[in-house]
T-cell receptor
Framework: GAVVSQHPSRVICKSGTSVKIECRSL??????MFWYRQFPKQSLMLMAT?????????EQGVEKDKFLINHASLTLSTLTVTSAHPEDSSFYIC????????????FGPGTRLTVL | AQKITQTQPGMFVQEKEAVTLDCTYD???????LFWYKQPSSGEMIFLIY??????QNATEGRYSLNFQKARKSANLVISASQLGDSAMYFC??????????????FGKGTKLSVIP
């Protein structure tokens, strides 16, 4: 299957700082990438859909000014958690698909964010 | 809107035995895809198997097979010859092929499978 990388895999930051997470499709181009959040022992919750060259589409209840998404190229999307608070501590996972509605989404290994 | 239901929070299976993980779904879309993902303790989501709603045959991928019953709206995952490495969370997911949000996956709550030696 296709390979999606995420960096960093783990990050600890102080409250009030910003953290950037990168998601890369390594062997294919992804016009669409997705960002999910997963709390312990729960399912994945879609946060936003990232489209190359255009603004991201955020799910209801997700603050777009807090979770900044940039999809500047066909292989890279970034999620920046601004002014992080302890309640933002979570597991963030990205996925990438080829852009066709029938394409399988492949997931990155995830980033565990801890805000102190 | 789509909904995925996984009714088994946890399952145990003896090593080398087969196990079925249940998944039912609800959608008004005429065309859709069904997916199963495995999430080990490391957190990575690993794609296992895919079934299209118009596929005539049940999907198979190695030890994984999908028991697709369209009329019942169920897409159960069958793992044959369980291995210790199969211990993980398993998520059923669905994706419509039309309309707004046609690329988005909707996930079930997952089933934690534990393989007993």
């Amino acid at each position: 299957g296709a390979v999606v990388s995420q960096h960093p895999s783990r990050v600890i930051c102080k409250s009030g700082t910003s953290v950037k997470i990168e998601c890369r499709s390594l062997d294919f181009q992804a016009t669409t990438m997705f960002w999910y959040r997963q709390f312990p022992k729960q399912s994945l919750m879609l946060m936003a859909t990232s489209n190359e060259g255009s603004k991201a589409t955020y799910e209801q209840g997700v603050e777009k000014d807090k979770f900044l998404i940039n999809h500047a190229s066909l292989t890279l999307s970034t999620l920046t958690v601004t002014s992080a608070h302890p309640e933002d501590s979570s597991f963030y996972i990205c996925s990438a698909g080829g852009g066709s509605s029938t394409d399988t989404q492949y997931f990155g290994p995830g980033t565990r964010l801890t805000v102190l | 809107a789509q909904k995925i239901t996984q009714t088994q929070p946890g399952m145990f299976v003896q090593e080398k035995e087969a196990v079925t993980l249940d998944c039912t779904y609800d959608t008004s879309d005429p065309s859709y895809g069904l997916f199963w993902y495995k999430q080990p303790s490391s957190g990575e989501m690993i794609f296992l198997i895919y079934q299209g709603s118009y596929d005539q045959q049940n999907a198979t991928e190695g030890r994984y097979s999908l028991n697709f019953q369209k009329a019942r709206k169920s897409a159960n995952l069958v793992i044959s010859a369980s291995q210790l490495g199969d211990s993980a969370m398993y998520f059923c997911a669905m994706r419509p092929y039309s309309g707004a949000g046609s690329y988005q996956l909707t996930f079930g709550k997952g089933t934690k499978l534990s393989v007993i030696p």
